[in-house]
């Protein structure tokens, strides 16, 4: 009816809920490890290797909210299509992890082994571009999809590798005693330096994922555009034919 006002789409609950869940969770991770064991901060620059992602998870928290909370319809099939690779790729990353935490494969036969789970995350991250971009004929819902699958992955991934500080702590310390970093650190208690070494990944981690699924997002969106564009140019031309 004419005058009747439009409801603009609520942002899909589901995806939201599960990143805020698991950046509670790593929190609620990191703090009880770290408790548990107080010589931590008896470490030269301790303190430091805690806050950072602390301050990188309340970093994502208003990421999550900022990208779920306006809705488009386009943008919610982004995040819909960015939701299910984020959730592929992240199973990919734990096997990765797990896997270089405990078969201690090295030199070309461990990357051989990683490469695979890795490279092939960031394929799915440029996937949920195209996949974003050709569905809505836009650019910018691909980068979405592209940037919220790279954020599902990796919050999975540090989540699991948090979670190997409560379970598997003796093998990360295990598989540090040789490590240049750990040996030149000046740090006098392996297990806090094990502490510090996930924390940092995770770090790492969290900074990279959504610059790298930004670029391979554009990427892929770029891809997808030109896809739907070929898509809709036979379109006519199939047409005719039919029609002729």
């Known amino acids: 009816m004419p005058g009747t006002m439009t409801a603009a789409p609520r942002a899909p609950a589901r995806p939201r809920y599960l990143a805020l869940a698991l950046i509670a969770l790593d929190l609620l991770l990191i703090g009880a490890r770290v408790l548990r064991y107080r010589p931590f901060f008896a470490q030269p620059g301790a303190l430091a290797y805690l806050l950072a992602p602390v301050a990188l998870f309340l970093a994502y928290v208003g990421l999550v909210l900022a990208i779920t909370t306006r809705m488009t319809p386009r943008w919610a099939s982004a995040l819909r299509t960015g939701t299910g690779l984020g959730l592929i790729t992240g199973a990919l990353w734990v096997i990765n992890l797990y896997g270089e935490t405990f078969t201690n494969l090295n030199g070309a036969l461990g990357l051989l082994s990683t490469a695979p789970f890795l490279l092939g995350g960031f ?114 031309a199939a047409r005719r034919i039919v029609d002729g």
Do not use: K, M
Request: glycine share 14%; proline share 4%.
């Open 123 to 236: 394929a799915l991250w440029g996937v949920a571009g195209f996949l974003g971009a050709r569905r809505t004929g836009a650019l910018g819902p691909g980068i979405l999809a592209a940037v919220w699958c790279a954020l599902l992955c990796v919050l999975l991934t540090v989540t699991y590798g948090f979670l190997l500080l409560h379970t598997s702590l003796p093998q990360l310390e295990h598989n540090l005693l040789d490590d240049p970093d750990w040996l030149h650190s000046g740090w006098g208690d392996l297990r806090a330096f094990a502490l510090a070494n996930t924390l940092f990944a995770g770090c790492t981690h969290l900074l990279a994922a959504p610059l790298i699924g930004l670029l391979v997002g554009a990427s892929g969106g770029v891809c997808g555009l030109a896809s739907a564009s070929r898509g809709r140019r036979r379109a006519p």
